[in-house]
């Protein structure tokens, strides 16, 4: 595992820092927060049905309506999957920790947790990926849709 190194880039008007982890760029707490502090906002294009969804942009994608997928542009893009997350994602598409959280601990969601009760869709084998968050709970291999987080 390699170092974490220092911030690289504030993220303007949210508690959070844009940095560099052991899973590559991934967001901060800036400071030690509260349960319920919004950190970051998902924003960006939306864009539907999924396979016209950009193929270099499909690992981001995220579902917000049946079929229907926004394309993260601000800094919501590099919050990191974790089982045990300290975030979650709200109603407006806002990043909100889920916990205490304190400063300089990496902010997390789970990325196969269903937040809304629409049908799901088959789950692509492109977001499939090797955890290695290190919790108890840890699921190792995400791929597949969870319910409720672990
Ligand atoms: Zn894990």
């Known amino acids: 595992m ?13 508690p959070a820092l844009l940095t560099t982890t052991p899973g590559g760029l991934g967001l901060i707490a800036d400071g ?4 319920g502090q919004p950190v970051a906002r998902y924003e960006g294009p939306v ?7 950009p193929e270099v942009e499909v690992r981001y994608a995220i579902l917000i309506a049946p079929d229907t997928w926004l394309v993260p542009l601000s800094s919501a893009r590099y919050v ?23 400063a300089g601990a990496e902010l997390t969601i789970a990325y196969n947790h269903a937040t809304f009760d629409e049908p799901l869709p088959p ?14 709970g840890c699921q190792g291999r995400v791929d597949d849709w969870r319910r409720d987080p672990t």
């Open 32 to 35: 030690d927060l509260p349960p």
């Open 80 to 102: 990191n999957h974790a089982c045990d997350p300290n975030c979650t994602v709200d109603d407006l598409l806002t990043v909100v920790t889920a916990r205490p959280v304190p």
């Open 2 to 14: 390699e170092p974490v190194a220092p911030p690289i880039r504030p993220v303007p008007h949210w």
């Open 47 to 53: 864009v539907g049905p999924f396979d016209r969804v």
């Open 123 to 136: 789950w692509d084998p492109r977001w499939s990926f090797d955890c290695a968050c290190g919790s108890p």
